[in-house]
């Protein structure tokens, strides 16, 4: 069995280059916080916005 | 027999061209009629001459490796609810016990978390799998921000969506439509209440603004620290713990609809509801939870958010393991399962759990109506599903089913984050 979710989140501001950006990194936008493959349990976080 | 094979004489005569030739022209004529036939059950024009005629129809079958197409020959649905009646066979009491540890060996169970320390109280196998567990075994991830992970499991593939393709795994993609079914109107259900405005876009934006300033009002009438996304989230009173203010949230959501007529702003709710399309600054991701068979079988929500809409597509059931991921493209798209819609803080959301050959059942706690991969009562889904079997066509619709809304500002089914929504049993 398998659980999909589809969601909408913000993308977030690109930093510029004064604020230390490296190579498309986002601030404030949505960040995965898990790995492919990785094991979860219930109520572990997958991402942050 | 081995005389005579000695004895007879072996000739070797030359074959006449024009029976080669005639060979080759049948199995190109075998090979053309069979790429126009597979043409017309797509939309694409019929074979020369046969334009009066009703395309000749006959059952797709998914592509793939040798195992996947043995597999589509079987009737996958049949041997499910086979599975699920020999899985609810009363198991004798003096074997349930080591019934379930060889079980939990063989799986992977940690029987520590089980709610039940004493495992004769399942009867059978089917009630040790949608077992509950002890609570506070699975804390919830304290930051509000986070999207928490629906079910125990292992993350298969997850990122972002581009131009409505969702990736499988390892580049096999499929479109959001075929996954979710095809974008719902613009406008929720609960905007056709007689007496609700219709809302434009420029309308949903200012109603928005007027949301959030009555959003203000209510907290500075109830001295709570609420905010517009707060409310997908939790309101949070000051200096009470999350837990107990969650538990009422459904009374406070009562409470903003109140301030909202007071202030007469009308339903304004639809303005999040932007489904498939991003708004801007915005994108849609996706991640898939693959359940193991010793995995706990519950879901939970993964963030306060509101069920707006169910989708079912009666499938078929196959396999969901990694392997068939990997070699049967468009797995999700041809089993059954279960879509929901909606929204949280940040727009639009859904969550769809994907039913398999030993799981077919899916279950959804606040949805009494819902019979998946069920013998005795159909449901709409299953009977059109069929229907469409017996013509050897592949059946893409779904029976939808819109919830009540709670209040005129969720127009849904309100679910916080960590709330069992259902889970998958066997069979």
Redesign the interface.
């Known amino acids: 069995s398998t659980v999909v979710l589809v969601f909408e989140a913000p993308k977030g501001k690109r930093r510029s280059f004064d604020e230390g950006w490296q190579g498309g990194e986002r601030k404030g936008g949505w960040r995965w916080a898990v790995e492919q493959g990785q094991k979860v349990k219930v109520g572990q976080a997958l991402g942050y916005v | 027999l081995a005389a005579a094979l000695k004895r007879t004489k072996i000739q070797w005569y030359p074959i006449p061209v024009g029976l080669g030739i005639g060979f080759l022209g049948l199995l190109q004529f075998y090979k053309v009629r069979e790429r126009e036939g597979q043409r017309s059950i797509e939309g694409g024009s019929f074979p020369a001459g046969d334009e009066d005629q009703p395309p000749k129809r006959r059952k797709i079958r998914p592509s793939g490796p040798w195992q996947v197409q043995i597999m589509s020959t079987l009737p996958l649905k049949a041997v499910s609810r086979l599975w699920g009646w020999f899985n609810g066979l009363e198991i004798p009491y003096y074997l349930r016990v080591p019934g379930f540890r060889l079980y939990s060996w063989i799986f992977g169970v940690n029987l520590s978390e089980v709610s039940e320390p004493d495992l004769h109280v399942y009867p059978n196998l089917a009630s040790f799998f949608y077992r509950t567990l002890k609570p506070g075994v699975?804390?919830?991830?304290p930051?509000h921000?986070?999207?928490?992970?629906?079910?125990?499991?292992?993350?298969?593939?997850?990122g972002m969506?581009q131009e409505g393709e969702?990736e499988q795994v390892k580049g096999m993609t499929y479109s959001?439509d075929g996954?979710?079914g095809q974008k719902p109107p613009g406008e929720s259900e609960h905007d056709s209440v007689p007496g609700a405005p219709k809302q434009s876009n420029s309308r949903s934006r200012h109603g928005e603004e007027e949301l959030i300033k009555a959003d203000e009002e209510f907290a500075r009438l109830n001295g709570i620290s609420y905010t517009l996304p707060n409310m997908f989230s939790g309101p949070q009173k000051a200096g009470q713990p999350t837990e107990s203010v969650d538990a009422s949230m459904e009374a406070t959501n009562s409470a903003v609809a109140e301030v909202r007529a007071d202030l007469a702003l009308g339903d304004t709710s639809s303005h999040w509801y932007?489904p498939y399309d991003?708004?801007p600054?915005?994108?849609?991701?996706?991640?898939?939870?693959?359940?193991a068979p010793g995995d706990?079988?519950r879901?939970?929500s993964?963030c306060s958010w509101v069920a707006e809409r169910r989708r079912h597509f009666a499938g078929e059931l196959y396999s969901?393991s990694p392997y068939l991921q990997r070699t049967l493209p468009g797995l999700?798209t041809l089993n059954e399962r279960v879509v929901l819609l909606g929204r949280?803080r940040?727009?639009?959301?859904?969550?769809?759990?994907?039913?398999?050959t030993?799981?077919g059942s899916i279950v959804i706690n606040f949805d009494r109506e819902l019979r998946t991969n069920s013998l005795l009562t159909d449901t709409a889904a299953d009977r059109a599903a069929a229907e469409a079997a017996k013509r050897g066509e592949p059946y893409s619709g779904f029976s939808e089913a819109t919830y009540a809304p709670a209040s005129r500002v969720l127009g849904g089914h309100a679910l916080t984050r960590?709330e069992e929504m259902g889970g998958?049993q066997l069979g």
Do not use: E, M
Request: proline share 7%; glycine share 6%.
């Open positions: 699975r804390p919830l991830d930051d921000n986070a999207l928490l992970s629906p079910a125990d499991g292992r993350i298969l593939q997850y969506i969702v959001l996954l979710l932007a991003a708004k600054h915005h994108a849609l991701y996706f991640v898939v939870v693959y359940l706990y079988h879901f939970h993964p969901v999700f949280w940040w727009g639009f959301f859904s969550f769809t759990p994907v039913g398999a030993n799981v960590g998958f």
